[in-house]
């Protein structure tokens, strides 16, 4: 109450005059958890408003791995990811470890409506030959239904007379091999340790992981998600998944590949050694175009430009057995 020259004035705050319905839609455009936290201790109303956001972004900052002999991609994934697990998974054992409020479990058990959740790790898993370029887009369920990957080795400029690229079919395919079974690696390792995030909250109805580096994808829709619970059992489990791999075992795969030498995009620039590749598991694996896949995955900028040039080009067929 304020008192002006002998009359009462009632004081009021603009935002208790919103509604509730409202201020969620601020509290889910706003989405980022931490962010969100801090809203928390604004007021009493956003105490309790703040656990009801349906959309989440959560980053997590730093990872440090436990081994130091990562010479391998292998060991490099299995380390990266078993520090992010740990922190992902709540110990059952109270301990001094898991009641710090930096943990993401315990984080995103603050909240509880989660619709729509993103996490982004703070790097890519990849660490390949110097000047490639891998970009990857996984789809899960209870195992992986598609994954597209677009790879090139460097962009040069125009320049470059094209009688001067050497053209390595053999050498080429074997990396374009590698850089796809290295994606699927990482597709499946990311996979792995969302595995508990979705279970212990069943509400949600689409799950993205991504990393600050733009490599790869891994989104999980709310059919994929169904099936991900439905075989959250241990002797499902033990089917599905890799423990000491701590990745989600790839099932035997159709690999449709298409490549060209060198790309001319706008301005003049030039991707050496372009390949697009759409996996599929063998037994199901959708109806859905491998253009609209592709595109859906880089639908923008010159990494779009390079997939709408590829997907004109002759397509070679490849089969891999699960590992």
Same mark, same amino acid.
């Given at each position: 109450?304020?008192? *002006?020259?002998? =009359?009462?004035?009632?004081? /009021?705050?603009?935002?208790?005059?919103?509604?509730?319905? $409202?201020?969620?839609?601020?509290?889910?455009?706003?989405?980022?958890?931490?962010?969100?936290? #801090?809203?928390?201790?604004?007021?009493?109303?956003?105490?309790?408003?703040?656990?009801? /956001?349906?959309?989440?972004?959560?980053?997590?900052? #730093?990872?440090i791995s436990p081994e130091s002999d990562s010479g391998s991609l292998f060991t490099l994934l299995?380390?990266?990811?078993?520090?992010?697990?740990?922190?992902?998974?709540?110990?059952?054992?109270? @301990?001094?470890?898991?009641? /710090?409020?930096?943990?993401?479990?315990? *984080?995103?058990?603050?909240?509880?409506?989660?619709?729509?959740? =993103?996490?982004?790790?703070?790097?890519?898993?990849?660490?390949?030959?110097?000047?490639?370029?891998?970009?990857?887009?996984?789809?899960?369920?209870?195992?992986?239904?598609?994954?597209?990957?677009? &790879?090139?080795?460097? !962009?040069?400029?125009?320049?470059?007379?094209?009688?001067?690229?050497?053209?390595?079919?053999?050498?080429?395919?074997?990396?374009?091999?590698?850089? /796809?079974?290295?994606?699927?690696?990482?597709?499946?390792?990311?996979?792995?340790?969302?595995?508990?995030?979705?279970?212990?909250? %069943?509400?949600?109805?689409?799950?993205? $992981?991504?990393?600050?580096? &733009?490599?790869?994808?891994?989104?999980?829709?709310?059919?994929?998600? %169904?099936?991900?619970?439905?075989?959250? &059992?241990?002797?499902?489990?033990?089917?599905?998944?890799?423990?000491?791999?701590?990745?989600?075992?790839?099932?035997?795969? %159709?690999?449709?590949?298409?490549?060209?030498? %060198?790309?001319?995009?706008?301005?003049?620039?030039?991707?050496?050694?372009? @390949?697009?590749? !759409?996996?599929?598991?063998?037994?199901?694996?959708?109806?859905?175009?491998?253009?609209?896949?592709?595109?859906?995955?880089?639908?923008?900028?010159?990494?779009?430009?390079? !997939?709408?040039?590829? $997907?004109?080009?002759?397509?070679?067929?490849?089969?891999?057995?699960?590992?």
């Open positions: 109450m304020i008192i *002006i020259k002998n =009359q009462m004035v009632e004081s /009021t705050n603009g935002f208790d005059q919103l509604p509730d319905s $409202l201020i969620l839609l601020i509290f889910n455009s706003i989405s980022d958890i931490k962010t969100l936290i #801090c809203c928390r201790s604004v007021s009493k109303r956003f105490d309790s408003l703040v656990p009801q /956001t349906e959309s989440l972004s959560l980053k997590v900052d #730093c990872v299995k380390s990266l990811l078993k520090s992010i697990h740990d922190l992902l998974k709540p110990d059952t054992k109270p @301990t001094t470890r898991n009641q /710090t409020q930096n943990s993401p479990a315990r *984080i995103l058990n603050q909240f509880d409506r989660i619709r729509d959740l =993103q996490i982004e790790l703070p790097a890519g898993d990849l660490k390949l030959e110097k000047g490639a370029v891998i970009k990857w887009r996984a789809e899960f369920g209870k195992s992986l239904k598609s994954c597209v990957v677009l &790879g090139f080795r460097r !962009v040069a400029n125009s320049e470059r007379n094209n009688a001067e690229v050497e053209i390595d079919f053999a050498g080429g395919l074997k990396t374009r091999v590698v850089w /796809t079974i290295s994606a699927l690696i990482a597709a499946s390792a990311r996979h792995y340790l969302l595995n508990d995030v979705v279970k212990e909250h %069943r509400e949600i109805e689409r799950l993205v $992981l991504v990393d600050r580096e &733009g490599e790869g994808t891994v989104a999980m829709e709310k059919e994929g998600l %169904r099936e991900c619970r439905e075989e959250s &059992g241990v002797a499902a489990r033990g089917v599905d998944f890799q423990e000491e791999g701590r990745r989600t075992v790839v099932p035997s795969v %159709r690999m449709r590949m298409r490549h060209e030498q %060198r790309v001319q995009l706008k301005d003049g620039v030039w991707v050496e050694g372009v @390949t697009l590749v !759409v996996v599929r598991p063998c037994n199901g694996g959708g109806d859905v175009e491998d253009a609209e896949l592709a595109l859906g995955a880089f639908g923008g900028g010159i990494f779009g430009e390079a !997939v709408q040039v590829l $997907l004109k080009n002759e397509s070679y067929l490849l089969e891999m057995n699960s590992f």
